[in-house]
């Protein structure tokens, strides 16, 4: 029971702490064509530390996913199979959870395993900085640190287009 209540408060949080931001006048989102803004937080895992500008120089999948969000238990392991499709060297996942028990967002993860770190935001500033209205969504980023494509929401029907852009991406060399 407790479980199911942790569940249900994660979306209302998150959807509270939006709405009383935009009403307070909060960032507009970011658009394709802006620099990324910074991100450094803490990994789920407890492995330490992590920044998207220690990824400069690689296409970057930026995810924000939430364990109460049924997309995300359908594309988080699509992420992972775009990580292992892509390699290392130019392509990079990250992935920023926005509940606010990391024992959720641990327990959603075991029973959905990707190779790729994810980054823990209770309080949700990463969100915010971002613009994020929905989740999942995500910034495909290129490696000058731009966003070059945003991505509200998913579904499988998503993928084929996700692939291509992140392709062409990787193979302009931006």
């Known amino acids: 029971m407790r479980n199911r209540r942790a569940r249900a408060r994660g979306p209302t949080a998150l959807l509270l702490l939006l709405l009383t931001l935009s009403l307070a006048g909060a960032a507009p989102a970011v658009q394709t064509g802006q620099p990324a803004p910074a991100v450094t937080g803490a990994r789920l895992d407890g492995q330490g530390q992590l920044s998207l500008a220690g990824l400069r120089g690689k296409v970057v999948y930026l ?12 594309s988080l392991p699509t992420l992972d199979g775009f990580r292992k499709e892509f390699g290392s060297k130019d392509f990079a996942v990250l ?20 190779g790729y770190p994810s ?19 995500s910034f495909l980023i290129d490696r000058q640190g731009v966003i070059r494509r945003v991505h509200k929401g998913f579904r499988k029907e998503d993928v084929p287009e996700l692939h291509t852009a992140i392709q062409e991406l990787i193979r302009s060399g931006r």
């Open 63 to 74: 995810d924000f996913w939430a364990s109460w969000c049924k997309p995300c238990a359908l």
């Open 119 to 137: 980054l823990f935001d209770p309080q949700g500033e990463l969100p915010v900085r971002f613009g994020v209205e929905t989740m999942p969504t």
């Open 95 to 114: 992935a920023v959870n926005v509940d606010h028990d990391p024992a959720l967002a641990r327990a959603f993860l075991s029973r959905r395993p990707v």
